[in-house]
Nanobody
Framework: QVHLVESGGGSVEAGGSLRLTCAVS????????MGWFRQAPGKEREFVAA????????HYLDSVKDRFTISRDNDKNTAYLQMNSLKPEDTAVYFC????????????????????????WGQGTQVTVSS
């Protein structure tokens, strides 16, 4: 069994920063892709960022591309999302997700942004940005 636990959420003012952490535990496996999604009240869950095993491929939602940075530490089975210049519209519950199954390189970027491509999910951490 695989468990994902997110941490680092909280309340900040616009322009502030937060760093989210996703810790993966359980049976030994390779998280081929690690990703972050978010869901704001009354809205559907949306893709935020994802990173491949080697960290050579990173994919971002356009609206966060210049403000958020995804990274990972494979030795610790952990992913991070550094969020800078936060805006009120970033307010949401942020979810970590991992995919164990390998994807052909030509399909990687497209698959990263689709929630059904992920195998395991965390419970989420709340991020609230006030104006």
């Amino acid at each position: 069994q695989v468990h994902l636990v997110e941490s680092g959420g909280g309340s900040v003012e616009a322009g502030g920063s937060l760093r989210l952490t996703c810790a993966v535990s359980g049976r030994t496996f390779m998280a081929y892709i690690m990703g972050w999604f978010r869901q704001a009240p009354g809205k559907e869950r949306e893709f935020v960022a994802a990173i491949s095993w080697s960290a050579n491929t990173r994919h971002y939602l356009d609206s966060v591309k210049d403000r958020f940075t995804i990274s990972r530490d494979n030795d610790k089975n952990t992913a991070y999302l550094q969020m800078n210049s936060l805006k009120p519209e970033d307010t949401a519950v942020y979810f970590c997700a991992v995919r164990e199954r390998v994807i052909p390189p030509r399909q990687l970027m497209d698959s990263m942004g689709l929630d059904h491509e992920y195998d395991y999910w965390g419970q989420g951490t709340q991020v609230t940005v006030s104006s």
